[in-house]
């Protein structure tokens, strides 16, 4: 049992989470942490779920009330992924992560660098008196915070120069503090911005895939890119896609077609 947690901020990443109790035990090394979370020195600190969630989940404090569920909904990117999995898929992931494996899960919305927005960051200082990583700012291909309009910058140290087990804190000394620079053009960005408000729905509601396929086959129906059987047209898709998310919105999202 720990006798200590950190709680997690509104939409802090669960990474970042267990960075700060890391921070925070103050324990002489990165194994006794390990241990302490999930009894096994070994786990590696994945961005998005960590092996053996459950069992960290476990040992909480009788007096937090975090469940499983609660800390992969609202501290995780899991939601994303989800509107996108058919039943059986959403039965072994939560299946596998209750027996301690690793669950499957479309990892590919998850960035591999940390992110940050200069805006959030000088709030979260201000408001909590530490800064941390916020999960809305962590996905791939989407380098922009839809509240301030400004691109995200990298956190200055690179996971990559870290051990595999070990956590980046969100130290707030160590950034750029002058945001300025970076506000966006609102007109310009404005459909990468509404992806953002879309990210920020999924992100926030569970949609099961079929409501999902069925919002979208409308929405296509709506704008005349279905044929009267239902099928989708597939170029003409493509076509109307490009020219509203243009080109450049594209390949800063590291999508081709
Ligand atoms: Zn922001």
């Given at each position: 049992?720990l ?17 700060r ?35 960290l989940?476990?040992k909480l404090?009788?007096?937090k ?5 609660n800390?992969?909904y ?15 898929s959403?039965?072994k ?11 499957y ?12 927005c ?24 989407f380098?922009?915070?839809?509240d ?53 729905y ?56």
């Open positions: 049992m006798h200590y947690f950190p709680d997690p901020y509104k939409n802090e990443t669960l990474y970042s989470v267990l960075a109790f890391q921070y925070y035990s103050a324990n002489p090394s990165m194994e006794q942490t390990l241990r302490d979370l999930f009894d096994d020195p070994t786990v590696s600190s994945s961005l998005f779920i960590p092996t053996k969630l459950n069992t989940v476990q404090p009788p007096n009330e975090y469940s499983l569920e800390l992969v609202n501290h995780t990117l899991y939601p994303l992924s989800h509107s996108f999995f058919d039943e059986a959403k039965e992931f939560w299946l596998d992560l209750s027996s301690q494996k690793r669950p899960s479309n990892t590919s919305v998850q960035g591999q660098e940390l992110m940050y200069p805006v959030c960051a000088k709030m979260d200082y201000e408001n909590h008196g530490e800064a941390f990583f916020r999960r809305e700012h962590q996905i791939k291909g380098t922009f915070c839809c301030h309009y400004c691109e995200l910058l990298h956190y200055p140290i690179s996971r990559n120069v870290i051990s595999g087990r070990s956590y980046i804190r969100f130290d707030y000394d160590l950034i750029h503090q002058d945001s300025n620079n970076s506000i966006l053009d609102f007109q310009f960005e404005k459909n990468l911005l509404n992806i953002g408000h879309s990210i920020k999924l992100l926030n509601n569970q949609i099961s895939q079929n409501d999902w396929n069925n919002k979208i086959q409308y929405h296509l129906w709506l704008i005349g890119l279905t044929t009267i059987n239902g099928s989708i047209k597939q170029f003409e898709l493509s076509v109307a896609f490009k020219e509203f998310y243009t080109e450049k919105n594209i390949r800063l999202s590291g999508f081709e077609f």
